[in-house]
């Protein structure tokens, strides 16, 4: 089914990246198309967070090509990735914790108003309660200060943020490594959503169960190389844990 | 609305309460707490003259000024030791040009002083921005550095400051009957705060300084916000300088000495965080006219320098120990 909806919003082809004298990741490629969840499993240390550290812009590649909508492009800074439509929500989530809610869904990318250009915030703030309404962020306000808040409730601002900005693809870095049954519920919930608005999106998850849920296909990483690429219909839990573990 | 989650009991009083955080307004308890102190025991001694409380207004006006150049470094991370040495390298480059051209003193004297703060700030800043050098040692150095190129410049003299536009702009003269000195405080506070609060510098300010990391990867140019507070400090503490040298009509060496620990308590006072991340504009400005009129009445009240600096560094120590527990709890 490769029609233009589904054309892939982002290609990998034969990433490289050493740090010095350590290869970090070795001749990767990999396709997300859009409206897919591609999940990326592997072992600590298997470079998947050099991956989406890559995808994000905040590491060069050594060598590989990275396209967006087929086309080439070269991706220096995170600002670069967030201008192709890339958002990301890091394990560290990446907020700031004494700023309210709505400064922290607007964080870089703040609203202003008159030719003085001051902040926005009666907007932001709306579009915040909008949002988080929207996405069932069960949070005080939009006043509330982000170290008052649990970590669900971090991890859903943290989401929020990448869902509401992202316009090609999300990468999730774990994110609901720190949550509990019902947040997660929620979290996998969202993804659902982030498919339906048809982009894109590459996890990384350590729970089996969860990838096995959420993803369309599923990406093994062994020390930096790819060892497979599966369609979640197609495969099983064994497969997958024996080509993480190599056994 | 958002719905509140079920662990928080949404009563209106409750969140309220939450909202307003008392740390914040620890400054200005103290503030009142301590002029009604002074205003009833110096009741006698013309502590509430019209005259004397101006008079603080103006004596605190280049450390007001300071202080806020060091609420935004504070706020980005950073902290600034140098501001000191270079109000008086400002004040003494500003006297220096003066009279060596005393035809055009006025904007040479400006440009010289402004132009010597700045330099000093654009020299921490590509320090500490871009060659990533820890802020606390690299101004801990300049502090020195510039202390020692104030001295030599001018052999330790005073160099006197006699253009009468400069010493009423920068000092003695008033418009419609406000001192100058005044005028100048409300207009670096305001624009200060409109700044610190309103614009998105201010708000990528604030982000560096709680979590770089977090700024950097949603697009904030880190490096060029961490070099702008150092320009801006520094250009504050060369306006400080010039009203220094406006108001005493003469520079020294010594001018800006002792306001770095006056400074560094008022702001933290005031409210803004040593760690960065947040902070006060408007809580600067109370809390260095907290430690203006602390100077004042303990002066008024007769207590020798030795005794006034007991005095002072234990309602300082009070007052940081008050305003910072929430964030030790």
């Keep these: 089914m490769l029609d233009t909806a589904n054309a892939p919003v982002l290609e990998l082809s034969n990433i490289r990246k050493a740090f010095g004298g350590i290869v970090a990741i070795e001749d990767f490629s990999l396709d997300v198309r859009a409206g897919e969840v591609v999940a990326l499993v592997g072992d600590n240390g298997a470079g998947k967070s050099t991956l989406i550290k890559i995808i994000s812009g905040v590491h060069a590649p050594t060598s590989g090509a990275i396209r967006i909508d087929g086309q080439e492009v070269s991706m220096p800074n995170?600002?670069?990735?967030?201008?192709?439509?890339?958002?990301?929500?890091?394990?560290?989530?990446?907020?700031?914790?004494?700023?309210?809610?709505?400064?922290?869904l607007f964080l870089g990318r703040e609203l202003t108003k008159g030719p003085l250009r001051v902040l926005d915030r009666r907007r932001m703030?709306?579009?915040?309660?909008?949002?988080v309404t929207e996405l069932d962020v069960r949070i005080p306000s939009a006043h509330a200060t982000i170290s008052d808040l649990s970590g669900g409730q971090r991890q859903g601002i943290a989401i929020a943020r990448a869902t509401h900005w992202a316009r090609k693809l999300v990468l999730l870095d774990e994110p609901t490594a720190a949550l509990g049954v019902a947040e997660t519920a929620k979290v996998e919930k969202t993804v659902a959503a982030l498919k339906s608005r048809n982009i894109g999106v590459l996890i990384i998850s350590h729970s089996l169960d969860q990838v096995f849920r959420l993803s369309d296909r599923i990406c093994v990483l062994r020390r930096g190389k790819q060892i497979g690429v599966r369609e979640t219909a197609?495969?099983?839990?064994?497969?997958?844990?024996?080509?993480i573990t190599g056994v | 609305m958002s719905a509140s989650s079920p662990a928080a009991p949404a009563s209106p009083v409750r969140s309220v309460l939450a909202r307003i955080n008392l740390q914040q307004y620890v400054v200005y308890v103290g503030f009142l707490?301590?002029?009604?102190?002074?205003?009833?025991?110096l009741r006698d001694s013309g502590f509430l003259t019209q005259r004397n409380l101006v008079n603080i207004v103006l004596q605190t006006a280049p450390a007001t000024i300071m202080a806020i150049g060091l609420v935004f470094v504070l706020s980005a991370g950073d902290i600034d030791l140098s501001f000191g040495s270079t109000v008086a390298v400002s004040a003494l480059c500003a006297a220096m040009a003066m009279a060596a051209m005393p035809a055009a003193a006025f904007p040479v004297g400006i440009l010289a002083g402004l132009g010597a703060g700045l330099l000093v700030g654009a020299i921490n800043g590509v320090l500490i921005a871009w060659l990533r050098l820890p802020s606390f040692l690299v101004t801990l150095a300049t502090m020195g550095l510039v202390a020692g190129?104030?001295?030599?410049?001018?052999?330790?003299?005073?160099?006197?400051?006699?253009?009468?536009?400069?010493?009423?702009?920068f000092g003695s003269g008033s418009l419609f009957g406000v001192p100058s000195l005044v005028i100048w405080t409300v207009v670096a506070v305001a624009i200060g705060h409109v700044v610190y609060r309103q614009t998105r510098f201010g708000a990528h300010v604030l982000a560096t300084g709680d979590n770089a990391r977090a700024a950097q990867v949603t697009g904030i140019k880190v490096s060029r916000i961490r070099l702008w507070v150092f320009m801006i400090s520094g250009g504050l503490a060369g306006l400080a300088g010039l009203l220094y040298a406006g108001r005493l009509q003469a520079a020294k060496y010594t001018l800006g000495e002792t306001d770095l620990m006056t400074v560094i308590a008022a702001v933290i006072v005031g409210g803004t965080l040593l760690n960065g991340g947040k902070g006060s504009v408007i809580g600067a400005l109370v809390g260095s006219l907290l430690m203006g009129m602390l100077n004042?009445?303990?002066?008024?009240?007769?207590?020798s320098v030795s005794d006034q600096m007991i005095v002072r560094g234990l309602?300082?120590?009070?007052?940081v120990a008050v305003s910072l527990r929430e964030k030790t709890r």
């Excluded at chain 1, 703030?125 to 949002?131: C, D, H, M």
């Excluded at chain 2, 004042?296 to 207590?303: D, E, H, R, T, Y």
């Design chain 1, 234 to 243: 197609k495969t099983d839990k064994n497969e997958i844990v024996s080509m």
């Design chain 1, 125 to 131: 703030i709306a579009e915040t309660e909008r949002l």
């Design chain 2, 149 to 169: 190129i104030g001295r030599s410049l001018t052999q330790l003299r005073s160099i006197p400051v006699t253009d009468p536009l400069f010493t009423g702009i």
């Design chain 1, 78 to 104: 995170a600002t670069k990735a967030r201008e192709h439509g890339i958002e990301v929500v890091y394990q560290d989530l990446a907020l700031v914790d004494q700023q309210p809610v709505y400064m922290n």
């Design chain 2, 296 to 303: 004042n009445g303990l002066i008024l009240m007769g207590l």
């Design chain 2, 315 to 319: 309602i300082i120590l009070v007052a």
């Design chain 2, 33 to 41: 707490a301590i002029f009604l102190f002074f205003a009833v025991v």
